[in-house]
Nanobody
Framework: QVRLVESGGGLVQPGGSLRLSCAASGSILSIDGMGWSRQAPGKQRELVAGLTSGGNTNYADSVKGRFTISRDSAKNTLYLQMNSLKPEDTAVYYC???????????????WGQGTQVTVPS
């Protein structure tokens, strides 16, 4: 089995910073792309940032210049550094990854359980 566990969420004042972490564990042979998405109350889940295995990144327009996605491959951990936080960043943040498990022949998508980020207005 594979697990993705997010951490680092919390309550932060506007203009503040948080760093989210997502640790992947289990029978992992290889990890391809990873990313962060978020879902605010009453809204659809949206992609926040993505990181390919080759190191290419992409960001939602709403977070460009404020958020940075990175990865520690040795630790199978994904990060999201969030600066200059705004009330509209309030959401549950989810990480996802395409993972090849030992004994399998194709990658599959996995999601974490989410971590709440709250920026009061």
């Amino acid at each position: 089995q594979v697990r993705l566990v997010e951490s680092g969420g919390g309550l932060v004042q506007p203009g503040g910073s948080l760093r989210l972490s997502c640790a992947a564990s289990g029978s992992i042979l290889s990890i391809d792309g990873m990313g962060w998405s978020r879902q605010a109350p009453g809204k659809q889940r949206e992609l926040v940032a993505g990181l390919t295995s080759g190191g290419n990144t992409n960001y939602a327009d709403s977070v460009k210049g404020r958020f940075t996605i990175s990865r520690d491959s040795a630790k199978n951990t994904l990060y999201l550094q969030m600066n200059s936080l705004k009330p509209e960043d309030t959401a549950v943040y989810y990480c996802n990854a395409r993972i090849l498990m030992y004994g399998r022949t194709s990658y599959a998508a996995y999601w974490g359980q989410g971590t709440q980020v709250t920026v009061p207005s």
